[in-house]
């Protein structure tokens, strides 16, 4: 066993996703010129094989970098969220689809299961401030979203304020 470093130069690593296989990585890095700008620091996605065989490859370009990419189910697209809809393209960053319409605006923390599940902390519509990058203690109302890519449009599992656990009847 050994611990090996897969990016060439010191980086702000904010997130990161592990393929299932484990062969591939894909992290997001603050660009190192913008880490002194606070609240307005530019994100890069790479990609980069476990084993070091290779360099990262940056997978988006013109800085149009999504909230969160993690692998498929399966390891052989990538999704992110982008103009509210769930997207997925090939490893190599080509065939950008769409994969679930009607996606939440802003989602952050998602998690895939082995059947193809993905679940994320969606802010529910309405709520919240109403520029995501002004800072304010708003914060909106958040959901636990599961959706399976390619199937209908996804429903919150919170409907409604009643059904909220902060609210009593």
Do not use: C
Not at 125 to 154: H, Q, R
């Amino acid at each position: 066993n050994q611990a090996r470093a897969l990016n060439p130069k010191p980086a702000h690593i904010e997130n990161f996703s592990l393929s299932r296989d484990g062969s591939q990585v894909v992290y997001r890095a603050v660009v190192p010129d913008t880490l002194d700008l606070f609240r307005q620091q530019k994100y890069q996605e790479w990609i980069v094989p476990t084993d070091g065989a290779q360099a990262p490859r940056a997978l988006f370009k013109d800085n149009n970098v999504p909230a969160w990419t993690v692998f498929s189910s399966d390891g052989h697209t990538l999704l992110f969220p982008e103009k509210e809809a769930l997207h997925s393209i090939d490893l190599d960053g080509g065939n950008d689809k769409i994969v679930v319409e009607k996606f939440p605006k802003r989602s952050r923390d998602p998690q895939v299961s082995a059947n193809g599940l993905v679940a994320v902390i969606a802010a529910r519509a309405g709520t919240g401030p109403p520029e995501s990058k002004m800072y304010t203690i708003l914060e909106p109302t958040w959901d636990i979203l599961v959706v399976k890519p390619g199937e209908a449009a996804p429903a919150a599992l919170t409907q409604s304020e009643n059904d909220t656990q902060n609210n009593e009847s």
